[in-house]
């Protein structure tokens, strides 16, 4: 991905479809899965409170268009502060677009007109925008009116909270992929004794994993416990 290189971004291999727990947001990633593709929606608007699983699926986006040969970048504004808005200079070449933590946009007056010339070049170019953030584009703290009302234009999803069974399913269906056994008594004790967002969750598996392959144990309630510092 020559664009995503330039930016110094990458995709991390486990943000898939694949390993997405869906729970009740289908509607959400069928639409998904066919703007990844090229197909469906132009513009889609994606928001949910911190740890739902914005940054998996843009991701996971990214992932699809890569493999059938769609240039596709996500680009977070998690360091805007950091960050030029000429980097949205030319991105309207590529097939796929995903834009993450656009809410930090609010309140930087170059960023938005940038934004609002960039997805009205995205449109005239027929390519494909995913826009991600905390609320919905209403709530965004924009002043650019005309960049509410774009933003506005597309399909609006609410990523929906798993509840605990889901989280519990999701837990088994990462360390699954990751080839690490997890025995539920185990998951239980993480989304009762750990930090309950997904994203929080997913980082203490990949530290267990880590753990039980130094420490050549397999996963128990002590382990971890000494393992996650709980």
Same mark, same amino acid.
């Given at each position: ?56 699926? +843009? $991701? #996971?986006?990214?992932?699809? @268009?890569?493999?059938?040969? *769609? ?6 504004? /998690? ?88 989280? +519990? $399913? #999701?837990?088994?269906?990462? @360390?699954?992929?990751?080839? *690490? ?6 998951? /239980? ?42």
């Amino acid at each position: 991905m020559t664009e995503q290189l330039t930016l110094g971004i990458d995709l991390h291999e486990d943000t898939t479809f694949s390993n997405y727990y869906i729970g009740e947001n289908a509607q959400l990633v069928t639409a998904l899965q066919e703007i990844a593709r090229g197909r469906g929606e132009q513009f889609i608007y994606l928001w949910g409170r911190e740890g739902v699983g914005k940054t998996h699926l +843009l $991701q #996971a986006c990214c992932h699809v @268009a890569d493999k059938l040969k *769609l240039s596709p970048v996500y680009l977070p504004f /998690k360091n805007i502060a950091d960050l030029s808005p000429d980097v949205l200079d030319g991105l309207e070449s590529l097939h796929l677009v995903c834009i993450d933590d656009v809410d930090l946009m609010g309140g930087r007056p170059a960023w938005e007109e940038a934004f609002f010339h960039f997805y009205n070049r995205m449109r005239e170019e027929n390519k494909r925008l995913i826009v991600a953030g905390s609320v919905p584009p209403q709530e965004l703290g924009l002043a650019l009116k005309d960049l509410v009302s774009r933003l506005a234009w597309g399909m609006t999803f609410q990523a929906q909270e798993l509840s605990d069974e889901e989280k +519990l $399913q #999701a837990i088994m269906l990462r @360390a699954k992929a990751r080839g *690490l056994p997890v025995p539920m008594n185990v998951a /239980k004790f993480l989304l009762n004794r750990w930090h309950r967002d997904m994203n929080s969750l997913f980082e203490a598996l990949s530290t267990l994993d880590h753990a039980s392959l130094v420490a050549k144990r397999r996963l128990t309630i002590p382990f971890v416990k000494e393992a996650l510092g709980v």
